[in-house]
């Protein structure tokens, strides 16, 4: 069952739009809704999603501006944007942008079964394509991985992502994703994700930089979101952890 994200500032579309996709009875399952796309890419920071399927005008944060900040992520996210015809020119911005597919408002429900139908057998041939890959390249794998890990040492931390990483062995990312979850037991971003909280351990320990400096340096232009991640793996927010480091080092140099 794929989860799809829906995004729209209008209620009544969303439950439209939700009570449709039940309706067809395709393996879809609407996992959560959005207003705008700041509080999609806040929630997509956090959880797991297939495809996400959204408007392009929205306030706060448009379809368009959602589409580009998903890029940045360490993920591969599938996009379909909805749009009127008299704004046609927006969705060819978001083609350019690397969306899946479009769909215009009024969404008839056969136009929005095809469209669907036509993502999850473009899926369903992706991944049959990283499981015959598998099969016939044994001993691909581990020496893919170790490639991959010696690209992420040799490479800035706020410079990383999954399809940088990808692209640099010439793998597809959805591949690399896989080969992840299977030769190491837990998925890219949370390899980065730990790299990034121990470099900022150390940053926070040996030098005054500004939290967000480190943010930065790590790879995290959102200080909320570097401090949620520090908290949630460590244990303590960022500046306890260094007043707790301080406090210890002094007690050290105390004794002596």
């Not at 999850?120 to 893919?144: H, Q, R, V, Y």
Request: hydrophobic share 40%; charged share 30%.
């Amino acid at each position: 069952m794929k989860k799809i994200l829906l995004v729209d500032d209008e209620r009544w579309v969303r439950t439209a739009l939700k009570w449709t996709i039940n309706k067809l009875n395709l393996p879809l399952q609407v996992a959560h809704e959005c207003q705008n796309g700041l509080e999609a890419l806040d929630w997509i920071k956090v959880n797991e999603v297939d495809l996400v399927l959204t408007d392009i005008r929205m306030p706060i944060m448009d379809g368009l501006v959602l589409v580009k900040e998903l890029s940045k992520l360490n993920g591969s996210y599938d996009v379909i944007v909805i749009s009127v015809h008299d704004e046609f020119q927006f969705v060819q911005q978001a083609i350019r942008s690397g969306v899946t597919d479009y769909l215009l408002k009024p969404i008839e429900e056969t136009e929005l079964k095809a469209c669907l139908e036509k993502w999850l057998n473009e899926k369903g041939n992706e991944e049959k394509a990283i499981k015959n890959t598998f099969s016939e390249k044994e001993n691909l794998p581990l020496s893919t991985i170790e490639r991959v890990i010696e690209y992420i040492k040799k490479t800035p931390l706020d410079q990383i992502t999954l399809k940088e990483a990808a692209e640099s062995i010439h793998i597809n990312p959805s591949y690399l994703s896989q080969l992840f979850k299977q030769q190491l037991n837990k998925k890219f971003v949370d390899y980065v994700t730990e790299l990034r909280i121990e470099e900022s351990k150390r940053l926070l320990q040996n030098t005054t930089l500004r939290m967000s400096e480190i943010a930065e340096r790590v790879g995290y232009s959102d200080l909320a979101y570097f401090s949620n991640n520090f908290k949630r793996i460590v244990g303590s927010s960022p500046s306890e952890f260094r007043n707790i480091k301080s406090k210890t080092s002094a007690g050290k140099l105390n004794k002596r």
